[in-house]
């Protein structure tokens, strides 16, 4: 029996990078010059953390960040902007959430998308990934080419690993 395993990762490595490249921009630009701006990467809680001292240069931050992950091949997708800032004396911090795993209820939705389509696939969930396995190799492709068109629906990046035949 074929099957296949849907998977939400980053490569921590490019992450770095991502955040390292959005730092050096960050200390060379003319609007950041004579401010206390930092970004941060805690690499074990994976949370990113912006201090500024105003909303306007949050978001600045993380536009350039959105940027440099792009040219990482790091689907912004992963990133959880919905933490509001909050004020810390004199500057504005937030913290950004990197999300890497399929949650319970993405991984329901995924599922359900599946049996939706009406092949004859049967999808699992397995802590954090969702394993896909059926008799024909064509019905696991043409999963796959479901959920790469249905991906801005599902809100997390999906890779797809372990295709075994």
């Known amino acids: 029996m074929a099957s296949f395993d849907i998977v939400s990762k980053i490569d921590h490595q490019s992450l ?3 955040v390292n490249t ?3 921009e ?3 630009r003319y609007d950041f010059n004579g401010t206390d701006t930092s970004l941060e990467l805690d690499k074990k809680a994976l949370v990113l953390h912006i201090t500024t001292d105003n909303e306007m240069r949050v978001e600045t931050i993380e536009d350039i960040l959105i940027k440099r992950m ?3 091949n790091i689907d912004p997708k992963c990133l959880d902007f919905s933490a509001e800032s909050y004020q810390s004396g004199k500057v504005l911090k937030k913290d950004i959430t990197v999300k890497e ?3 319970k209820e993405t991984a329901k939705k995924i599922t359900k998308m599946i049996k939706d389509q009406g092949l004859k696939v049967q999808p699992s969930i397995q802590d954090d ?3 896909v ?3 024909k190799i064509d019905d696991l492709q043409s999963v796959i080419a479901f959920l790469k068109a249905k991906g801005t629906d599902i809100g997390v990046p999906l890779q797809f690993v372990n295709m075994k035949s």
């Open 129 to 131: 990934q969702v394993r």
């Open 101 to 103: 795993g399929l949650d």
């Open 16 to 18: 770095d990078n991502a």
């Open 22 to 24: 959005a730092k050096k």
């Open 26 to 28: 960050i200390s060379t």
């Open 70 to 72: 792009v040219k990482q």
């Open 133 to 135: 396995s059926g008799k």
